[in-house]
């Protein structure tokens, strides 16, 4: 049976597991990395083993600094806090920066790739 008001860490920052204190702090300060917007926007509730049980499971990491997160919660105030959170960092103008740098190097690599494409057939 699943307790109304689960939050499990599978992990926070690398090596030693950080509190979720230190979480909060990095997305008030860091850019997320955009890419995690093409695998679910940083959030969903498709969360294995967990399906039906009212799970958001929240990834991803920054662009300026490497801190992986994966978080699982049924607890309504802390799925609201995180959501808040996530979506506030992604309307900063340092993370629309980050956005916008991912967005013209994945452009500038499929040029190079269709040039050496064209080049070799």
């Known amino acids: 049976m699943v307790m109304q008001g689960e939050t499990i860490i ?4 690398g090596g030693t597991q950080h509190p ?3 979480l909060f702090e990095l997305l008030e300060t860091e850019p997320l990395h955009p ?16 399906q039906g049980e009212g799970f958001v499971l929240f990834w991803g990491n920054f662009y300026n600094y490497s801190h ?3 978080v699982q919660s049924n607890d309504a105030a802390m ?11 992604q309307a900063t103008v340092a993370y629309k920066e980050a956005r916008d740098q991912v967005k013209a190097y ?4 499929l040029a190079e ?4 494409m064209k080049k070799t057939a």
């Open 10 to 13: 599978n992990w926070n920052g």
């Open 20 to 22: 979720l204190e230190r």
């Open 35 to 50: 890419t995690f917007e093409e695998y679910g926007n940083f959030a969903g509730t498709d969360v294995p083993g967990r």
């Open 68 to 70: 992986a997160f994966s």
């Open 79 to 89: 799925i609201e806090k995180l959501t808040k959170l996530i979506r506030d960092n």
């Open 106 to 109: 994945v452009a500038k690599r």
């Open 113 to 116: 790739h269709r040039a050496w």
